[in-house]
Each structure stands twice: as structure tokens, then as C-alpha cells.
């Protein structure tokens, strides 16, 4: 639970604050940039809500933080919504794509996705990409929306409670045997660099560098699933692959980056860093951009 006697300085006055418990992970304005803010070192709050909707925001990225160090008055955060998450970030033909929230300090607060749609019998179908923390609450949220078949680990350093979601629903869990180390229950393995198709809308694209088993996942040919290998950068702007984070093989990730030029991407969902849409072509322009950065 936040304290307001270790609020940071950083933060505007107001009812909403980060503390000293803040771990940088980004949770927050990754979710809610309206309204929270990096320092540097942590997150801070830089503009306080200032309506319904704008507060509601705000304690949905309070309850995603995974160390609880956003805090408000109690009167606010008996206002937070029980159905906030997940929360949806688009829907296509294929299904609807959400944000779990829930951030677990297990992955330092890296973000985990659903992917809810249907087969053709009518049966939910569901895929969660990464794990959040393990909640009842949102476990319930996921149970009413047809729970989850399938659970996909991009790669270790973001299974946090993969175990009790997969107990919960009986999903089968996917990851690649570089990795596997960190979830050795996992009934599935991927292998080698070739990408999988896992069914007509699901493609898995093995991404080794920034740890040597990274995967992504493509969903609908245009949502693409990046774990740590790849995220949308502020300041400047633009996709940015982090040499500093990168904890295997450097020269790996720049050849798994130029692996994806002939994709068509129009949603950018990673494990930590901004998510970001494009329009027609712009991922190819911004992926060139990028990698003329890196190999400077």
C-alpha cells in the first residue's frame, strides 16, 4: 500500500501520487500517460484526473501496479472498477485483443495480453500471452469472457504465476526450449528460428537476442505480440531495440529485428515500453528507420 509520507516529490498536488516503493517499471504511464509519467528513475503523477472518466483510468493503472506504490484517498479507491480489467485495445474480425493489467513484480511489471474469440463451433478459443499476477478478481473477468486455452510465454523473464492461471483454466502453455528453464511445466515447446503456425490466425515468430529463447506472436497477420524484443519509444519516437536490455546475444536480436520486415503490423503490444498503432505501411518505414539506427 502506497504512504503518503513517502510521496515523491515528482508528483503534482493532488489526490493521486507514486511513492518510494516505485520500481521504474513503467506500468503506469504505459497504461495511463494522461496522467503518470517517467522521471528517470520512477514513475510520477504529472497531471492529476479531473473527471469520471479520467479517474476511472487512473485506479485501473493504481490497481495494475505491481508493488502498490500509487496511492489516493480511500473515498477514490472505493471507486475502483471491478470490471476494468481486462481492457479492450482493439477488435477485428478475429477477435478482441486486451490489456490484462494486473502487472506482477515476478516480470518487473511487464504487461500480458488476452486474445479472446471464438472457433467455428462457437466455442471460446482464448490466448493469453504472458502472465499477469495471479488475481481472483481477474480470473473471474477472463472466466466470463470463456476463460483460456492457451497460454503463450514470449520468454522468461515474463512467466510471473503462469502456473496458477494454466491451473485455473487448464490451459496448455507454450514456450521456446531456450527458455524453458523458467517454466518447466510448460506442456509445449517451440523450436529452432522458423516461425509456427498455431492455427489460421496465430503465427509464432522466434525472435532469440534479447534472451536466447524470444518469441513473438502475430495475431490476425497484424497484432503483433513483442515481448522484450521490441516497444514504441517516446522521446524520441519511433521502435527502439535496447542493446542495454538485451540479456543474451546483441548481434542475434538486430538479425531477429530485420526478420520482420515483411510483416504488416498495425498494433505494436510489448512486454515493457509504450504500445503503439500504425497505419498501412508505416511499420515498414519505421522498422527501416530503426534499424539504420542500430547498425550506425
Known amino acids: 500500500m502506497a504512504r503518503p509520507d513517502q510521496r515523491l516529490a515528482a508528483n503534482v498536488p493532488g489526490a493521486f501520487y507514486v511513492d518510494g516503493s516505485c520500481i521504474d517499471c513503467g506500468t503506469c504511464w504505459q497504461f495511463d500517460p494522461a496522467h503518470f509519467a517517467p522521471t528517470g528513475s520512477t514513475s510520477h503523477v504529472w497531471a492529476q484526473p479531473e473527471d469520471d472518466a479520467a479517474t476511472r483510468q487512473a485506479l485501473l493503472a493504481l490497481q495494475a501496479c505491481p508493488v502498490a506504490a500509487i496511492g489516493a484517498p480511500k473515498q477514490l479507491l472505493a471507486q475502483t472498477p471491478a470490471d476494468g480489467f481486462p481492457a479492450l485495445v482493439t477488435a477485428l474480425p478475429q477477435g478482441e485483443v486486451h490489456y490484462c493489467g494486473w502487472a506482477s513484480r515476478k516480470s518487473f511489471g511487464a504487461s500480458s495480453w488476452l486474445i479472446t474469440r471464438r472457433r467455428a463451433d462457437g466455442r471460446p478459443d482464448n490466448v493469453l500471452i504472458d502472465s499477469p499476477r495471479w488475481s481472483a478478481a481477474l480470473a473471474r473477468r477472463i472466466e466470463a469472457q470463456g476463460g483460456v486455452s492457451r497460454i503463450l510465454l514470449s520468454h522468461r523473464d515474463d512467466v510471473a504465476d ?27 515447446r517451440i523450436e529452432g528460428t522458423e516461425r509456427q503456425q498455431l492455427d489460421d490466425d496465430l503465427l509464432v515468430v522466434p525472435v532469440p537476442g534479447h534472451t536466447a529463447g524470444s518469441v513473438a506472436l502475430l495475431f490476425a497477420g497484424t497484432v503483433l ?15 527502439v531495440a535496447s542493446r542495454r536490455h538485451c540479456w543474451w546475444n546483441w548481434q542475434e536480436q538486430l538479425r531477429s529485428v530485420e526478420r520482420l520486415r515483411d510483416l504488416d503490423v498495425r498494433w505494436l503490444l510489448p512486454g515493457h515500453g ?16 530503426l534499424l539504420r539506427h542500430l547498425h550506425r
Open 162 to 188: 503462469h502456473s496458477a492461471w494454466a491451473d485455473r483454466f487448464g490451459a496448455g502453455r507454450w514456450i521456446h526450449t531456450a527458455d524453458a528453464d523458467a517454466a518447466p511445466e510448460a506442456e509445449h
Open 225 to 239: 505480440f513483442s515481448g522484450d524484443h521490441l516497444w514504441w519509444g517516446v522521446d524520441p519516437a519511433g521502435l
Open 274 to 289: 509504450r504500445w503503439h498503432s500504425f497505419v498501412k505501411g508505416e511499420w515498414e518505414l519505421e522498422l527501416e528507420k
